[in-house]
């Protein structure tokens, strides 16, 4: 491969960079100071809140201290300044495809590398609700979680951690026995700064965010709540696996449940982990399983493909979004409904649809489409909220206060439904009472309620 200039990538496994972009001259002395701080290496694996760190540090970081890979670097493609970091300014090296060869590119500095994991099924779970929500917003065929299964490698994160990380080729890793796979690992993980599990984002977040003057928090990225609210799909739990399959995903998958039992908990202190030992029985190549992996992924790829698609709920919701944006709100109210009927699960949509439909003077028609929503998720205290006004606005002041209490008991913090409640004549000592009730207080007339 050959970078622009003439500069060639003899292999992916060891990528050739001569020279950093020129920046101009106060440009480079302003971040004089960035050259001699640390690395951080954040190998991002598929679903371990990595998504969550990446946005926040491309939001809050000076330009060029952040960088993000966008595609893994193969023998023979040929690479742009896009595919390698600055060196002068980069501080933050993240995404799935780094690997620790971009380290040379650093001499002198201090290297601290970053990984968050993930209990195995859990894992799994998530990856693949994801990737159906994905296909279904894009107007793809979905298929089963088994055929997820076996159309990826056994050990996901194993395989994803010595494939990307360390570097290593398919072919080696199919010859290549579990035990020794597990060695190269635990010896890997031992020299990193940080090793723990995905709810441990915060936790990254606020230790590098002083160093790279960035907020300590960060809002929540590519959940999948978020994403079943848009698309209606029905999340596969681990509640909905049998218990054989449950116990199936384990025994084919020692390697990823050993690095998770072992390393999960390591924290700031990964040299002090003392893996625990491999069984010998557990010890296989996994040749049989990469043998047969082509055909569940054309299988797989069919399905996508072929089987089951359907327009993409991706197109009506953006162009309904850019309506409301623009405030036409029959367009919006038009396409929201589109995309209803392409995604009619999608609570979220049916919320934006009530949004529209009560700005055209449609209110009872929005109440509506606020108690659809309620169905599909009753426990988001917005929605209550919006059924509220719904409700207010049609002088049904009653039930417009059970809504508003019922946001305010599923969210307590919710000031938007206390401040409702006491414009409908409700003494802030009632409402704090109501809140703590176990029981619905009991509807309340319109002369009743201070509202005149």
Same mark, same amino acid.
């Given at each position: 491969?050959?970078?622009?200039?003439?500069?060639?990538?003899?292999?992916?496994?060891?990528?050739?960079?001569?020279?950093?972009?020129?920046?101009?001259a106060?440009?480079?002395?302003?971040?004089?100071?960035?050259?001699?701080?640390?690395?951080?290496?954040?190998?991002?694996?598929?679903?371990?809140?990595?998504?969550?760190?990446?946005?926040?540090?491309?939001?809050?970081?000076?330009?060029?201290?952040?960088?993000?890979?966008?595609?893994?670097?193969?023998?023979?493609?040929?690479?742009?300044?896009?595919?390698?970091?600055?060196?002068?300014?980069?501080?933050?090296?993240?995404?799935?495809?780094?690997?620790?060869?971009?380290?040379?590119?650093?001499?002198?500095?201090?290297?601290?590398?970053?990984?968050?994991?993930?209990?195995?099924?859990?894992?799994?779970?998530?990856?693949?609700?994801?990737?159906?929500?994905?296909?279904?917003?894009?107007?793809?065929?979905?298929?089963?979680?088994?055929?997820?299964?076996?159309?990826?490698?056994?050990?996901?994160m194993?395989?994803?951690?010595?494939?990307?990380?360390?570097?290593?080729?398919?072919?080696?890793?199919?010859?290549?026995?579990?035990?020794?796979?597990?060695?190269?690992?635990?010896?890997?993980?031992?020299?990193?700064w940080f090793v723990?599990?995905?709810?441990?984002?915060?936790?990254?977040?606020?230790a590098?965010?002083?160093?790279?003057?960035?907020?300590p928090?960060?809002?929540?990225?590519?959940?999948?709540?978020?994403?079943?609210?848009?698309?209606?799909?029905?999340?596969?739990?681990?509640?909905?696996?049998?218990?054989?399959?449950?116990?199936?995903?384990?025994?084919?998958n020692?390697?990823?449940?050993a +690095?998770? &039992?072992?390393?999960?908990? $390591?924290?700031? =202190?990964? #040299?002090?982990? !003392?893996?625990?030992? /491999?069984?010998?029985?557990?010890?296989?190549?996994?040749?049989?399983?990469?043998?047969?992996?082509?055909?569940?992924?054309?299988?797989?790829?069919?399905?996508?493909?072929?089987?089951?698609?359907?327009?993409?709920?991706?197109?009506?919701?953006?162009?309904?979004?850019?309506?409301?944006?623009?405030?036409?709100?029959?367009?919006?109210a038009?396409?929201?409904?589109?995309?209803?009927?392409?995604?009619?699960?999608?609570?979220?949509?049916?919320?934006?649809?009530?949004?529209? +439909?009560? &700005?055209?003077?449609?209110? $009872?028609?929005? =109440?509506? #489409?606020?108690? !659809?929503?309620?169905? /599909?998720?009753?426990d988001?205290?917005?929605?209550?909220?919006?059924?509220?006004?719904?409700?207010?606005?049609?002088?049904?002041?009653?039930?417009?206060?059970?809504?508003?209490?019922?946001?305010?008991?599923l969210?307590?913090?919710?000031?938007?439904?206390?401040?409702?409640?006491?414009?409908?004549g409700?003494?802030?000592?009632?409402?704090?009472g109501?809140?703590?009730?176990?029981?619905?207080?009991?509807?309340?007339?319109?002369?009743?309620?201070?509202?005149?």
């Open positions: 491969m050959t970078m622009p200039g003439g500069a060639e990538i003899a292999s992916a496994d060891a990528p050739v960079i001569s020279g950093a972009r020129q920046w101009p106060a440009t480079r002395q302003e971040y004089a100071a960035e050259r001699t701080g640390p690395i951080y290496c954040l190998l991002h694996i598929p679903k371990t809140a990595g998504q969550t760190i990446q946005v926040h540090l491309a939001e809050h970081c000076a330009p060029g201290v952040f960088w993000q890979s966008q595609r893994r670097l193969r023998p023979g493609r040929r690479a742009s300044a896009q595919d390698f970091p600055d060196i002068d300014r980069a501080r933050v090296i993240s995404g799935h495809h780094i690997g620790r060869s971009l380290e040379r590119y650093f001499p002198g500095r201090e290297v601290r590398r970053i990984v968050l994991l993930r209990d195995p099924l859990q894992m799994q779970l998530s990856f693949y609700n994801w990737k159906m929500m994905d296909h279904l917003a894009k107007g793809w065929g979905t298929y089963s979680f088994s055929l997820h299964l076996r159309a990826l490698p056994r050990n996901f194993t395989h994803f951690l010595l494939s990307r990380w360390v570097e290593l080729s398919q072919p080696k890793l199919m010859a290549m026995s579990d035990t020794r796979k597990y060695q190269i690992l635990n010896r890997a993980l031992a020299g990193f723990g599990a995905h709810s441990d984002c915060d936790r990254v977040i606020a590098i965010g002083a160093d790279l003057r960035v907020p928090m960060a809002a929540p990225r590519n959940t999948s709540a978020e994403a079943q609210a848009h698309t209606g799909w029905r999340l596969v739990t681990a509640q909905s696996l049998s218990p054989s399959m449950r116990a199936a995903i384990r025994a084919k020692p390697l990823d449940y +690095l998770w &039992e072992s390393w999960g908990a $390591a924290g700031f =202190e990964p #040299a002090k982990v !003392r893996p625990a030992a /491999l069984s010998a029985q557990r010890s296989t190549t996994g040749l049989a399983h990469e043998l047969v992996r082509p055909w569940f992924r054309l299988r797989r790829f069919v399905r996508r493909e072929w089987v089951g698609r359907r327009p993409p709920s991706t197109g009506p919701v953006d162009r309904a979004n850019s309506a409301r944006d623009a405030g036409d709100w029959e367009l919006a038009r396409h929201y409904r589109d995309a209803l009927r392409v995604i009619p699960k999608a609570s979220a949509i049916w919320v934006q649809y009530g949004h529209a +439909l009560k &700005e055209l003077g449609l209110v $009872a028609e929005a =109440e509506q #489409a606020y108690r !659809r929503s309620l169905q /599909l998720n009753p988001n205290a917005d929605t209550h909220l919006q059924l509220g006004h719904a409700l207010k606005l049609q002088q049904r002041f009653g039930e417009a206060a059970n809504a508003y209490l019922a946001a305010a008991r969210d307590p913090t919710f000031g938007h439904a206390r401040d409702e409640l006491i414009g409908l409700w003494p802030a000592q009632r409402i704090a109501a809140v703590r009730a176990s029981e619905p207080e009991p509807e309340i007339t319109a002369a009743g309620s201070g509202a005149g």
